[in-house]
């Protein structure tokens, strides 16, 4: 089986190929630095994270997110709080780093900044005037949007028709209404570089297009981001870069994910109805979130609530359970491979849900295991099914002991199973069955099987 995509641009799943021989290249739209990220924020980081790991086990990837650190947002922040642009933008990159990894989402190879590729973005917009694709008017320069005649093909819209129909207030120096911002000119106040235009600074789109080419050349293999990045931002870095690299195709396969939302609302800063990863994390293992994010089809929409959350916990709680006891000898952890089918559910246009079920199925197959040697291949491939999809990377102990603070601790729970048994052994069962009740009540279930007590946390 080849690896299948859903482009967005064919609007259909095809199999994937990339332009170059075992190469591959991928550009994701990353973070805007003015916040914190939300879940919303972190559904494109980790779906994304996870095509990377799959694209890896086939090919050399090279696989480029940046971090957008010059935005009219980031400005406004800035005069908010009163803090310099470069701390809040610094703060908010090591912040969404942090966060990020706390998902288990690897860094990507490339991290480039909008700010430290100006003058690439210049060499561009000066591309677009020569050729007959911008203008300046005003210091500002405008991409002319009528000089490309495939404006509109990946996100299907008929721009023209669109303005048309709006009363849209139409700048005074622009050609057309739907002419968009390459370059803008800045006041002292706001955050600019010299440029043949005056001093000023980019619109958003030049970034990501500039960036992409920079790094992974005219003609990228795939280039992702989350839906609500369709239109404008990826119909117009299309227009950009096709049009600057003399019809160049830009990118090969468009892949978007759907919108994370909340009582079916879109989580979204501007609503304010957004959960923070970095707070969740304080209260939540990194793996529930990403397992959470990872429960519905990347294209899918997914509804986030407190369930959300409690499933991907029981989930996970299942599959350490799975593998809880068995010791893999390390040489044959490193040489296990995760089953085929579940390979190929994510092979197939990320299809998690599946994904899921093949991981289910394994650990099925591993609690009914009872020859040790069948029992140490399936969890070493529980482990490499676990490594490919970020999950399983606790040891398991350690997982059913992890708590929050104000629990019991692991160790108040042993001595407390170790006080229930002794009480057993006594026949002192009135003492034994209060133990259990405060264990129960704390949300910790213990089973007696023939190897002794043991015990997870219920929520
Ligand atoms: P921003 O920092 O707003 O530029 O967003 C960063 C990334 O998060 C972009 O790829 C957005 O498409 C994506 N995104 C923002 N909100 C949501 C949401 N509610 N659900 C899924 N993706 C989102
Ligand atoms: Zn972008």
Partial sequence: MTLHLHDTRQGRKIPFEPMHDGKVTMYLCGPTVYNYAHIGNARPAVVFDLLARVLRRRYELTFARNFTDVDDKINAASIETGKPIDEITAKYMTAYNEDMGALGVLPPDIEPRATRHIDDMIVMIEALIEKGHAYEADGHVLFDVDSYKDYGS??????????????????????????????????????????????????????????????????????????????????????????AHDGADFARYWVHNGFLSMDHE????????????????????????????????YRQPLDWSGDTLKSAKRMLDRLYGAVRG?????????????????????????????????????????????????????????????????????????????HVEGELSAEDIESLIEKRNAARKDKDFATADAVRDQLAAANIKIEDGAGGTTWRRDD
């Fill in 154 to 243: 990946l996100s299907k819209r008929d721009l023209r028709e669109m303005i048309a129909g709006s009363r849209v207030e139409v700048a005074p120096y622009k050609k057309a209404a739907h002419d968009f911002v390459l370059w803008k000119p800045s006041t002292p106040e706001l955050p600019g570089w010299e440029s043949p235009w005056g001093v000023g600074r980019p619109g958003w789109h030049i970034e990501c297009s500039a960036m992409a080419a920079k790094h992974l050349g005219d003609t990228i293999d795939i280039h992702a981001g989350g839906q609500d990045l369709v239109f404008p931002h990826h119909e117009n870095e299309l227009a950009q870069s096709c049009c």
């Fill in 326 to 402: 068995i010791d893999v000898p390390e040489d044959v952890r490193a040489a296990a491979e995760p089953p085929e089918a579940l390979v190929a559910a994510l092979e197939d246009d990320i299809n998690t849900p599946k994904a899921m079920a093949e991981f289910f199925a394994l650990a099925k197959d591993l609690n009914k295991a009872s020859d040790g040697g069948e029992k140490i291949r399936l969890a070493a491939s529980m482990f490499a099914s676990g490594d490919l999809m970020g999950l399983l990377q606790s040891d398991p102990e350690e997982w059913f002991a992890g």
């Fill in 266 to 297: 879109k989580m979204s800063k501007s609503l304010g109805n957004v959960v923070l990863v970095h707070d969740l994390v304080k209260t939540v293992p990194g793996e529930v979130v990403r397992l959470a994010l990872l429960s519905a089809h």
